[in-house]
């Protein structure tokens, strides 16, 4: 089995983009699919498996940051133009996981960087996480077919297993999702961070809340998870041992007449791309 993309930084785009292919200012771009009949997170061998540029910086507050940098060239997994990238690390004395991203580009591409933990609250290691609660602030997926393809509709949720608008147990919910996977939620146009989904742990009491300014959040239950990888512990880590929320733009609002309502993911030249992600944790009194 391929790596799943444990704690990764994945783009250019993460996702799915629907059959591989774009259109962007009188162009066609096909891209690699790899998870066919779609291109999955920027495609094989892409930025989450590239060495980055590192030094660490100081964070306004006199946090302890790290900045990474990466040169994507022009042309790279299939997309246009030479993208400049940045993801800043930030942990607060607060204990807030800042997650910040930066783009510019010498042409209009769509970028959309997403950061991949799996989180199991319990701690590394420490089984499944099927015992969760979870909550999302959306009252809107997005509709996929069976190859889970995008098919560029929302749709309001109405109680079902992708439900999270009421705190449920992941345990409750999986059996109704499709291929045990989970959805693509709608946050809503992106302009500032807001509060976007919270995790518990009632074992332990330990809580997650995840904040962002981009529009689409994406659940992944960790079903692909076999108990062949074998963590830092020692212990293995099997099917649904850690949640992933991961936070990203729609993958194929790609220009402003693909996907209207969407939101947009070009990044053009003199107008870098900014978003920022925060995962805070704390202990439920």
């Known amino acids: 089995g391929e790596h799943p993309y444990f704690g990764a930084t994945v783009g250019r785009v993460a996702g799915r983009i629907s059959g591989g292919i774009f259109h962007l200012d009188g162009v066609d771009y096909n891209l690699p699919r790899n998870d066919p009949p779609n291109h999955l997170h920027g495609g094989p061998g892409s930025i989450d498996s590239r060495l980055w540029e590192a030094e660490p910086v ?20 299939g997309y246009p133009g030479a993208v400049d990238l940045s993801v800043t690390y930030t942990v607060t004395p607060d204990n807030d996981f800042v997650f910040e991203t ?4 010498s042409c209009p591409t769509p970028v959309s960087l997403t950061h991949h933990s799996y989180f199991n609250l ?56 499709w291929r045990q996977h989970g959805d693509l939620y709608w946050l809503g146009d992106a302009s500032r961070r807001r509060l976007a989904a919270r995790l518990v742990d ?35 880590y099997p099917a649904f041992g850690g949640l992933c929320l991961e936070c990203q733009g729609y993958p194929n609002a790609i220009g402003p007449g693909a996907s209207p309502g969407f939101g947009d993911i070009v990044v053009r030249p003199g107008s870098p791309q900014r978003h920022v992600t925060v995962y805070s944790f704390s202990c439920d009194d």
């Open 58 to 77: 100081e964070a306004p507050s006199g946090a302890s940051s790290l900045r990474l940098t990466h040169h994507s060239p022009d042309g790279d997994g």
């Open 102 to 105: 930066g783009a510019c580009t």
């Open 122 to 177: 319990a701690g590394e290691g420490e089984g499944d996480v099927l015992d969760h609660r979870l909550w999302i602030d959306s009252d809107t997926s997005f509709e996929g077919d069976g190859d889970m393809t995008l098919l560029d509709k929302r749709k309001e949720l109405d109680g079902g297993g992708g439900d999270f608008r009421e705190s449920r147990r992941l345990r409750d919910a999986i059996p109704d999702l």
């Open 202 to 236: 009632p074992g332990s009491g330990r809580v997650l809340e995840v904040s962002t300014s981009n529009s689409c959040l994406q659940m992944y239950t960790g079903a692909g998870l076999d108990g062949r990888l074998v963590g830092k512990s020692g212990r293995s």
